[in-house]
């Protein structure tokens, strides 16, 4: 898979999974992709203070993103 489909797969997944984070008053931007396999995302809103977040991002965010693109090896949460 190249680095347009894997960006294009990953957006797919983020928006998978976008409605749940914003019932709870978050959201989640892409911020890139590092080597076609670590992508990295800033999660927003109530999700940047969840105290659960990492575990939103391991068991929500990246198996939602490992199953448009299984070759994905981490997603990371990049704070600002």
């Given at each position: 898979m190249n680095s347009e489909e894997t960006r294009l797969n990953v957006v797919?997944?983020?928006d998978e999974i976008r409605p749940f984070l914003e019932n709870d008053?978050?959201?989640i931007n892409l911020i890139g992709i590092e080597n076609n396999e670590i992508?990295?995302?800033?999660l927003v809103g109530a999700c940047s203070s969840?105290?659960?977040?990492?575990?939103?991002?391991?068991?929500?965010v990246e198996?939602?993103?490992?199953?448009?693109?299984p070759h994905i090896q981490s997603v990371i949460n990049i704070e600002v």
């Open positions: 797919k997944a983020l008053g978050g959201n992508v990295k995302v800033q969840c105290s659960v977040n990492q575990m939103t991002l391991k068991s929500g198996m939602t993103i490992k199953k448009y693109a």
